[in-house]
């Protein structure tokens, strides 16, 4: 028989045994070691290692100038320098290649689809830091400057769960790439981050130093949820056997379109998902095509629009800035046209401006009641073929403005603006149930139907509205109202600032 005490003594001993084998088993099974990759572009060099963490893809890069004069790189906004992705080796199928229309509406579905087939962002993590804490965020002031000799460490993640490339694909048909790009113009500001993923190739083309690995050579992984059914342009194929469809197509403009919308059919997500649904719209009518099929594209019925619903081309004259306003010389925007859109009717002469108009007050003026002409102004960035709009304009009087008073701000998170009376607001948002979504996609539609631009939209009988797309995007745009000697008001002007116009507060 053990003593007790010998025993106790006995289990400690063992129990110090067992913590130093496992100390022993822990040093001898240590993180694997990273795969080690490189590469140059005229003496700027770009080396990494990525290692499999056991949940993440971890990427540490060392970007260095070996040159003997200084190299400006282009950061993102956030100030790092270099981009990692997941990529893809394998895509979903395109299909067929049609002709003419058919093939240009189908450009449009492939665009969505590779959408679908974009790469995974790494996250950005602390270098020497194994953690998941992510670095502060500034945003730089200019362009990064590395000197002769001087080199920039990052480190990047990306955890299984967050990729969805990892999960369709597996890691035989995915790739870790990596790049930096230098400046096109050390004197001109620009993003790494701030462009679509379409873009990105001819943008940077020329200026890149770029390096890429197979992520089978770091890990091996199954795909856990692969892709299933047709693709997005496999199914438009099937969708276009239905030869009424398919000779309705054959017959618009090919250069008409506006945008092609195919939902896949998801009936487990309710009635209303049971069905393939491809909307298209054309430049020749405010009013959208609607397709619906089964689920592998058979059963088409088809829905076209009215004839009575074609568009109409708004008038073009040359563009203007607002009365008493002028431009900064810095923008890299030109003044074109001003698109008339059409008049606003004020039924109690109060406006309304602002996007979703949950919130909006009228501004703080009333004028007579009657409907008044509201134009965009456009502006084209450089030497691109598009225009973007400047500004929107209320004309409510043709009185001099001799002053512009600041009328606060609105804010956008969808892309548009919206001009209307205080009673068009609450026709807006008293629209039975399920027809407020129904309403403003006719809206949109319209909108696309005039390039993306603008539209006037009849509410009822005594309301309508004026919509334009603002600017370039979302954010916070400054509304200012104009007036005469008398005081009263002769214009609502909301600027997106594509012009950098000088108002008097500025």
């Given at each position: 028989m053990v003593h007790p005490m010998l025993g106790s003594r006995v289990a400690i001993v063992l129990k110090l045994r067992l913590s130093l084998f496992a100390l022993l088993v822990a040093a001898c099974s240590a993180a694997p070691e990273p795969v080690t990759l490189s590469g140059e572009r005229d003496g700027l060099t770009l080396q990494a290692g990525v290692t499999?963490?056991?949940?993440?893809?971890?990427?540490?890069?060392?970007?260095?100038?070996?040159?003997?004069?200084?190299?400006?790189?282009?950061?993102?906004?956030?100030?790092?320098?270099?981009?990692?992705?997941?990529?893809?080796?394998?895509?979903?199928?395109?299909?067929?290649?049609?002709?003419?229309?058919?093939?240009?509406?189908?450009?449009?579905?492939?665009?969505?689809?590779?959408?679908?087939?974009?790469?995974?962002?790494?996250?950005?993590?602390?270098?020497?830091?194994?953690?998941?804490?992510?670095?502060?965020?500034?945003?730089?002031e200019g362009l990064t400057t590395l000197e002769p000799g001087q080199a920039v460490a990052e480190r990047w993640e990306l955890p299984f769960e967050d990729s969805v490339a990892l999960r369709e694909l597996g890691s035989d048909a995915t790739k870790v790439s990596l790049e930096a790009v230098e400046?096109?113009?050390?004197?001109?500001?620009?993003?790494?981050?701030?462009?679509?993923?379409?873009?990105?190739?001819?943008?940077?083309?020329?200026r890149v130093v770029r390096v890429e690995l197979q992520l089978s050579e770091v890990l091996q992984r199954e795909a856990s949820d692969p892709i299933k059914g047709p693709s997005y342009g496999e199914l438009f194929d099937q969708l276009l056997q239905d030869d009424a469809l398919r000779r309705w197509i054959e017959s618009q403009p090919a250069d008409a379109w506006g945008s092609a919308d195919l939902r896949p059919a998801y009936p487990d997500y309710g009635p209303e998902f049971a069905?393939?649904?491809?909307?298209?719209?054309?430049?020749?009518?405010?009013?959208?095509?609607?397709?619906?099929?089964?689920?592998?594209?058979?059963?088409?019925?088809?829905?076209?629009?009215?004839?009575?619903?074609?568009?109409?081309?708004?008038?073009?004259?040359?563009?203007?800035?607002?009365?008493?306003?002028?431009?900064?010389?810095?923008?890299?925007y030109a003044l074109t046209d001003d698109l008339q859109i059409g008049k606003v009717k004020l039924p109690s002469g109060r406006v309304v401006v602002g996007e979703y108009l949950d919130d909006e007050e009228p501004l703080a003026f009333t004028v007579a009641p009657g409907a008044y002409p509201a134009h965009a102004t456009l502006a084209r960035y450089r030497d691109y073929p598009n225009d973007d709009v400047a500004f929107l304009s209320l004309v409510l009087s043709e009185s001099p403005t001799v002053r512009w008073q600041p009328s606060g701000a609105i804010a956008v998170d969808g892309g548009t603006t919206t001009l209307t009376s205080d009673e068009g607001r609450d026709?807006?948002?008293?629209?039975?149930?399920?027809?407020?979504?129904?309403?403003?996609?006719?809206?949109?539609?319209?909108?696309?139907?005039?390039?993306?631009?603008?539209?006037?939209?009849?509410?009822?009988?005594?309301?309508?509205l004026v919509q334009v797309a603002s600017g370039v995007g979302d954010g916070g745009y400054p509304v200012y109202v104009g007036y005469d000697a008398a005081g009263k008001p002769t214009r609502v002007v909301v600027d997106f600032y594509l012009l950098h116009l000088c108002w008097p507060d500025a």
């Open positions: 499999n963490t056991g949940h993440s893809i971890a990427v540490d890069i060392v970007l260095r100038n070996e040159r003997v004069e200084p190299v400006v790189v282009v950061p993102d906004q956030c100030g790092r320098v270099v981009d990692v992705e997941l990529e893809r080796t394998e895509f979903r199928p395109e299909g067929r290649q049609w002709r003419g229309s058919i093939q240009a509406v189908k450009d449009l579905v492939l665009a969505d689809q590779s959408f679908l087939d974009r790469p995974d962002s790494f996250a950005p993590r602390r270098v020497g830091d194994s953690s998941t804490a992510v670095p502060t965020c500034s945003r730089p400046a096109r113009d050390p004197g001109e500001l620009e993003f790494l981050d701030i462009l679509p993923a379409d873009a990105e190739d001819d943008a940077r083309d020329g069905r393939v649904l491809l909307k298209l719209v054309t430049k020749e009518f405010e009013q959208a095509v609607l397709v619906t099929a089964e689920a592998d594209g058979s059963d088409v019925v088809l829905e076209l629009p009215d004839e009575d619903t074609r568009a109409q081309p708004y008038a073009r004259t040359a563009g203007t800035l607002p009365p008493g306003i002028t431009a900064f010389p810095d923008s890299e026709d807006l948002l008293n629209a039975p149930e399920g027809g407020s979504l129904e309403l403003s996609e006719a809206i949109f539609d319209s909108m696309v139907a005039h390039d993306y631009l603008a539209t006037e939209w009849a509410l009822t009988p005594e309301t309508n």
